[in-house]
């Protein structure tokens, strides 16, 4: 599959321990997007960046940081306060900006559990 | 603020039969709605967008501004239509990125 890529997919953490999780893309991106994905809650919107070196927080940021110092590279660290961890993780990246919209790509996923 | 509804979470029906998801949204502008899909296994792909008014393994989606819907429709159901369904939205206003609804997993039985 390519393009976009997310690492580790399983990932476990001891209560209170922040966590990175790796997004990469080689599409050329210049979006990138984190999601977070519960049954029956659809897919929430943690943070994006729409250039690097700028982020905007998201729907549900509380608990969560970014960073974006590389075009292909956006990670997300689940810090000790983000009060309920658990979950699938999403990463996606689409071309651009500028008000217009495009398609978004999206990685494999991330599980976290947190134990 | 912008908001997407899908109101069954789960939708069984027979193969052959036709298929109605249904997504209604709220934005108070001209939107841009989506369907993705995720089948098993397999990573969340875009399946229409109603700009594109195109026909997508036999899928088709109307944009009906006035009921504020967005309904997914297929006349005959396949197997391998099994998947999860989401609707998105994007508004003029959130730039690129997407509000999904909660989803709606379709299971087609043989």
């Known amino acids: 599959d390519g393009g976009i890529t997310q690492s580790p997919k399983y990932l476990f953490r001891k209560e209170g321990q922040n966590v990175t999780l790796s997004c990469e893309q080689n599409l050329n991106h210049d979006a990138m997007y984190w999601y977070r994905q519960d049954p029956g809650q659809g897919l929430r919107l943690i943070y994006y960046s729409q250039i690097v070196n700028d982020f905007q927080k998201g729907d549900i940021a509380e608990g969560y940081s970014v960073s974006r110092e590389k075009k292909e590279s956006f990670p997300l660290t689940v810090t000790s306060a983000q009060k309920n961890p658990t979950a699938f993780y999403l990463c996606a990246s689409s071309i651009p900006a500028s008000g217009s919209y495009n398609e978004q790509f999206f990685g494999p996923g991330t599980r976290l559990t947190v134990l | ?110």
């Open chain 2, 1 to 110: 603020a912008q908001r997407v509804t899908q109101p069954e979470k789960l939708l069984s029906v027979f193969k052959g039969a036709p298929v109605e998801l249904k997504c209604n949204y709220s934005y108070s502008g001209s939107p841009e709605l989506f369907w993705y899909v995720q089948y098993s296994r397999q990573r969340l792909q875009l399946l229409l967008r109603h700009i594109s008014r195109e026909s997508i393994k036999g899928f088709t989606a109307d944009l009906n501004k006035g009921e504020t819907s967005f309904h997914l429709k297929k006349p005959f159901a396949q197997e391998e239509d099994s998947a999860m369904y989401y609707c998105a939205l994007s508004g003029r206003t959130s730039g690129s990125r997407l509000t999904f609804g909660e989803g709606t997993q379709l299971t087609v039985n043989p």
